[in-house]
């Protein structure tokens, strides 16, 4: 356990020091928010894939696929699904208006305030979710891996995430990023033939799943149209997400985007299918785990050797870090620069930028205190994940997407279709059927909202983006 | 049922022979009559017993590949916490570890713990779980969260499988994946 304490250790005081340098390098609040809007491919691929690669891919989807089997795997299409939209019909328009946030996005194109500060407050709560189920992740590592209790593992961590991306803005977090998604490639790329050799290669894989688990590969575990919803949840997860849209202003232009979308496709997908045949090994390496949740910090506890074991748990440490970073810096420029700017324009950029960072230590705290208070106990990771993806997907897919393209929507549109969009995720969530995940009615009323509200008041004067 | 406690014990002659002693504490509600269980590494298990609080239990077991799978009678009255002891032989490493069917209980330090004494000379190699050590008088010891499938070290892989068909379901992802990495590099060549 001392080499894995060691290399921990490094690991987090690396970690310090890049927010520390780039806390030096920061010059003004676009390169707090957005690294200064000028990161080329690798980086700004990198900094996506990494912020894509959370607890749901290293702990949550290993988990599903433990409990569940194989059929989950196939919601990995939703990945270069949502990239290329992103790509081929986001980014030209992102990358004409290089603003610093969604919001800011949302008010340029619908010309309201409104929205600016409803979407805001919508990313808020949503970001809560998310970072709910990191947390509960990294909980699990502290007590598997060090037998300290998952509250006080999950407390540790969120200390040592905020102080960082609360100093450094998104400079740290791109620079971050792309240290931790090498660390997730290498722990995977160590793991994979580990767990292939303790079972005979990929032909006794298959030979011990289909003896200790037969149903691994059946379609029975999850209704199709759950599978089909949760891949519309995915999907929309990824291209209506504030984390992963504010990376389109990140990158310096247009095709810098589109490779920098390709190199995040690949990295984010080929993780997944490598991870993905980890969990099969854990089906029957760690036959039975309280939780599915578990199998990837045992993997590292228990199949690779101690000091490769601490880079495994570095990276998925690593896939927590890099997406809950993202995330609080997203809520500290809704907070700062949607909220609180709004409010009081004539504020100087170092108030707002403090307002940020104060912002940052108070939406990062919430979810940890909800977590502790037993708020979604008992739930896989990957569903906690899956939920605000749902949330995000149903409040802000019509209102970015459909709303580049319908110069008819108006201001009342975007604002009912947000609003109705997230209440009717979250009623269906409480009390619809368990088969259809909540996106689908989410989205179907946030759509009927937002065309039919816009259709009753007059026609917008002007379509903002494509004049930028 | 609720699993509390699981611990193994094993001791390999230097022909490679060994007998397992797993013994189980577990809560257990009354009225309980019957427990199953599972294995993976089948072909390693013989001599299977079972007994609980020193008294001789009834097994039924089936056997399929690597899987052994079975249904133990519980004595009349039994009650928490039930000590459960399983005794099997086995031939050198891996040693299978017979899980029983209950709720696993919380993941701790110590849920599972394991000593196999090795034959005097043997040159071994922990493999998995990986973090066992080698104790004062010579025995590997492992101390786990959770219960793993086996206990191995130092022997090679396990040869292939085969009969085994390769689900299309496994490769069908991958190659699509692959077709549309493909279709976006065209498309992004081609994008004005």
Known sequence: MTAQMAIFAGYFVLVFAIGFYCLRITRDESDYWIAGGKLGWILGG??????????GTFVGTVGVIYTHGWSFAWIVLSIPAAYWFLAAVLAPRFAKTKELTLPAFLESRYRSLAVRRVSAALILVAIVVYVQAQIVAAGLIGNVVFGISPTSAMIGFTAVLLAYTALGGMLAVVYTDFLQLVVMVA?????????????????????????????????????????????????????????????????KDLPTIRKGVLFAFVAATGLNLVIFVIALATIVLFPALPTGDLAMPMVARALLPPVLGALLLAAITSAIMSTVDSLMLVAGSA???????????????????????????????????????????GELVQFIVLLYTALMGSSFFAPVVIGVYWSRATKE??????????????????????????????????????????LLFTRPPEFAPHTN | LLLVLALLTARLEASGDGRVRLSYSLEIPEGVSSLGFSAFGASAIEDLSATASGESLVLSQERSGERLS????????????????????????????????????????????????????????????????????????????????????????RPPASGVETPFAFWGLFAMNAAIVLLYVVWMRRAP
């Open chain 1, 46 to 55: 990198a900094t996506l894939a990494a912020t894509h690669a959370s607890a």
């Open chain 2, 70 to 157: 079975g249904t133990l009678t519980l004595p009349k009255g039994a009650r928490s916490p039930l000590g459960l002891e399983f005794q099997y032989r086995v031939h050198d490493a891996p040693i299978p570890v017979i899980i029983v069917d209950v709720e696993p209980g919380e993941a701790r330090s110590g849920a599972f713990t394991a000593r196999v004494e090795l034959p005097a000379g043997t040159e071994e190699m922990v493999d998995f779980p990986s973090h066992g050590i080698r104790d004062d008088a010579g025995a590997l010891a492992w101390e786990l969260p959770v219960l793993p499938a086996f206990l191995s070290w130092g022997q090679p892989a």
């Open chain 1, 187 to 251: 722990g995977v790329a160590v793991a994979l033939p580990l767990a292939l050799q303790k079972l005979g290669g990929i032909s006794g894989l298959f030979a011990a799943v289909h003896a200790m688990k037969p149903d691994t590969f059946g379609w029975e575990s999850f209704p199709p149209e759950r599978l089909v919803t949760m891949g519309i949840a995915f999907t929309l997860g990824t291209v209506a997400t504030p984390e992963k849209l504010v990376r389109l202003y990140a990158m």
């Open chain 1, 335 to 377: 907070l700062s620069h949607d909220l609180f700017g709004t409010f009081r324009p004539g504020a100087s950029p170092g108030t707002r930028l403090l307002v940020g960072r104060i912002g940052i230590l108070v939406v990062g705290t919430a979810p940890l205190v909800l977590v502790v208070s037993g708020v979604g106990a």
């Open chain 1, 413 to 454: 549109g975007a604002l009912a279709a947000m609003a109705g969009g997230l209440v009717t995720c979250f009623l269906w969530k409480a009390f619809g059927s368990a088969d259809i995940d909540p996106v689908l009615p989410g989205l179907v009323a946030s759509i009927a909202l937002y065309v039919g509200v816009s």
